[in-house]
């Protein structure tokens, strides 16, 4: 599996796009395929210098579309489809790759609090750790650490995890300071110090910020880097004596004697060549002496603005320069003040060390498609009347997860899903009035049922006037591999048929559901909260080793608890005691399976509540399978975990039965239909 590496800034003048060149370079020795992807782009046209210097460096050959996740724009307008839609592509990329370098914002157009923990959500999402990158200028080192330390707190909170921290732009006698300061992270840190070279402005791009306009020389040599700025207060003979080389020089436009001197000095070799002569103030020199300067200074640019020299050189000091692929001089400049700055292996290790301890709900709805797009199923939805139905079957059918077929009229569905505006090609209609059908599963449900005294006129009729029964026999023929209904039927319609037809499965000790409840960080399974109202010790027991089962087949490592309104020996009563016998049967049933109880919620999910209240125990503080005592308490729960702490409910899912039937809320929404249709689909592999 590809490793990946998230870079994040806390503002816009930590200039991660160094880090994220010096990074490239030292991951091309550890691996063959080294990659650089852009979760968000500024530009909606898909333009980013940063992409377009990075790809040239990385070993990938790859489309820039392949690159890139979404846009701003699209972040603004549909934050839950652009992060959908970072993380299909974000996977695509990483499955050509060995390494990926993923370079986050820019801190161009929104707060940088957002900013950042929008990064932090992005890497959670793709699973990634994240390299925070702070600026070190203008700060004194403890103003670094906790510039670090609240970046590191916000990124946190989003649930990504830091594995490293680097202060660039350094001021090179504040390094030594600013190391021993980050030192105290007790993570891998670096000082890269500051290099003029690699992030100069142009000389253009200085001229923009003060609003100047150019007056004389070569419009190309707007172009060129700026090393250094300086304001011209002194004297021409003490002026003369501290000139550098690419300087812009600041002074008053009328101050004559300077404009003229500094033009000289430009076919001097004894003074050094200059990046240009910003003349301040709004004053212009008299057309003769304007004149004799150009004569002097030949291609030298000479810029006129309005500001005045002081207040244009401030707000030339804000401008920065960027990596891109037009100097090679500062890309060389940027590498040797990474390789100075940073001992970037260690921070290759501790990618290499990185385990993904969080599922974010998007991540694991994203590894449900997956999974279901390994084995493709069939699943039959018999409620074709229902909007949210019709436009469930168009997003499967856009995902690839699943064959689906629907029961209803083709004429009234095709004309319904044209209203809508939704795709159905990929679906297949199935008319449930088709005589053909209906007499084949009347035979078969009267054959099944004659232990009951079913007819076969009963059971056409039954048939004919059902479609959750005409469904339910579709998958019992194999004609479909699931069946989800619900959105318009009771869970009495839709389970009563999988009963009565598909019937449990050999050692189930009762047909149960669970709710897959995806939190911020992790996958809780909760059950049973939608079928058994009073289980037995017995039940409860199977439930949860079914439960268990489920858990694992998603993905969930399963420790599970048995809840109640106490902990181990600390409460009595009929309802513990129950709690407690079903404990027993499970551990006799399936010894080797972490399950503990009673547990109170907190004492099972909290790590310190649970080592307080049952040291000791495999499943206390870790519980990731919730076993409720009843179904009171289970749907009260699973419904105020939803609502209250924002997680997704993907469910009920019924357990038991020899295949699978799922029930819906009559209340889902088109995402609720969905989710279970894919893990019906998951289910039937």
Partial sequence: MARSVYLASADRHAVKSIVALGLVEELKRWYERVGVFRPVLRHSDGSDHILDLLKTRDTIEAPREARVGATYQHFHQAPKAAME????????????????????????????????????????????????????????????????????????????????????????????????????????????????????????GVMDAIGGRLISGDPAALGLE????????????????????????????????????????????????????????????????????????????IIATHKEAFSAAAASTLVRGRLDLSSQDKVEAALAAFDEGMDAHHFVEEMEAFAPSVVTPLAFQRSLVERARRDIKKIVLPEGSDDRVLRAAARIGALGAAEVVILGDATAIAERAAELGIDLSAATIQDPADRVLIERFATTYAELRAHKGVTKEQALKKIAGSATYFATMMVHAGLADGMVSGAIHTTADTIRPAFEVIKTRPGAAVVSSVFLMAMADRVLVFGDCAVNPNPTPA???????????????????????????????????PDVDAVREAVQIAHAAAPDLPLDG????????VPSVGAAKLPGSPVAGQATVLIFPDLNTGNVTYKAVQRSAGAVAIGPVLQGLRKPVNDLSRGALVEDIVNTIIITACQAQ
């Fill in 598 to 605: 009673p547990l109170q919620y907190d004492a099972a999910v």
């Fill in 85 to 204: 839609q970072v993380i299909t592509r974000f996977e695509e990329f990483k499955a050509i790759c060995d390494a990926v370098v993923i370079v986050g914002t820019d801190h161009t157009d929104v707060p940088g609090g957002e900013e950042l923990a929008l990064n932090a959500r992005i890497a959670a999402n793709l699973g990634s750790p994240v390299i925070l990158v702070v600026s070190g200028a203008r700060w004194t080192a403890p103003q670094v650490l906790t510039s670090a330390e609240l970046a590191r707190g916000v990124i946190q909170r989003e649930h990504a995890k830091v594995i490293g921290v680097v202060a660039n732009r350094c001021a090179p006698e504040d390094i030594a300071q600013i190391r021993a300061q980050l030192g105290h992270l007790d993570m891998p840190t670096a000082a890269i110090p500051d290099s003029k070279a690699a992030l100069a402005p142009t000389l253009g």
């Fill in 539 to 573: 039940q409860l027991a199977g439930i949860a080793i079914d439960s268990a089962a489920t858990a694992e087949a998603f993905g969930v490592v399963p420790r599970v608890a048995l809840l109640s309104y106490s902990t181990g020996t600390s409460g009595a009563g």
């Fill in 226 to 301: 700026v090393l250094d700025l300086s304001i011209a207060a002194q004297e021409v003979e003490h002026l003369l004596a501290h000139l550098t080389p690419r300087s812009a020089v600041f002074f008053r436009g009328d101050r004559v004697g300077v404009l003229l001197a500094l033009a000289a000095t430009q076919g001097d070799p004894n003074f050094p060549g200059l990046a240009g002569l910003i003349l301040g103030g709004g004053y212009m020199p008299d057309p003769d002496v304007m004149n004799l300067a150009r004569s002097l200074a030949g291609d030298l640019p």
